[in-house]
């Protein structure tokens, strides 16, 4: 099993070592609502600096609202070389009911845009999972990128308290 950072007997504990223990956090203080657009971008909350040649465990957890007809996708952006995957369960796409709506769990490689559905503008859905990335050569940004799957006037919306963590663990 992995473990980060490796210490050894009569290390010094530095400020800087002991602050590579802590888990990377984002979290949404507020809503952000995006409208009659498909094209993709990272959200303004929900962004991390990794590092290069380094090993992360995900965990999030998602509130999304909109209307049913423009669902939203969702991509994790990683910087170039990243590999890994991670698993989501949240409401299909396509959904429009309340809460007898079928739930997915799906695995998804980073960088590959997912539609998930936003059956309601007066209820968000929730949307969690994990999973483990692995960086290569390059350090930099990695992101939660969304858009509304189909152009609508109502705005799809990324919900406050919505979050990602990334551990690291090698």
Same mark, same amino acid.
């Given at each position: ?65 909109? *209307? +049913? ?8 952006? &990683?910087?170039?070389?990243? #590999? !890994? =995957? ?51 050569? *390059? +350090? ?8 509304? &799957?189909?152009?609508?006037? #109502? !705005? =799809? ?14």
């Amino acid at each position: 099993m992995a473990v980060y950072p490796i210490l050894y007997g009569g290390m010094r504990a530095t400020a800087d070592l002991l602050t590579s223990m802590l888990p990377l956090h984002a979290a949404k203080a507020a809503l952000t609502s995006r409208a009659s657009t498909t094209t993709i971008s990272p959200d303004p909350d929900l962004q991390l600096a990794v590092e290069a040649n380094a090993e992360y465990f995900l965990h999030f957890f998602f509130r999304i609202s909109g *209307n +049913a007809a423009a669902d939203m996708d969702i991509q994790f952006t &990683t910087p170039a070389g990243c #590999t !890994g =995957s991670y698993g989501v369960t949240g409401r299909l796409a396509g959904s429009s009911a309340g809460d007898g709506d079928v739930r997915t769990s799906t695995r998804i490689s980073y960088n590959v845009e997912t539609q998930f559905s936003t059956p309601s503008t007066a209820a968000a859905q929730v949307s969690h999972g994990a999973g483990r990335l692995i960086t290569a050569a *390059n +350090a930099g940004i990695f992101s939660v990128d969304w858009a509304q &799957t189909v152009s609508n006037a #109502t !705005g =799809s919306v990324f919900e406050a308290d919505s979050w990602m963590e990334l551990r690291r663990i090698a």
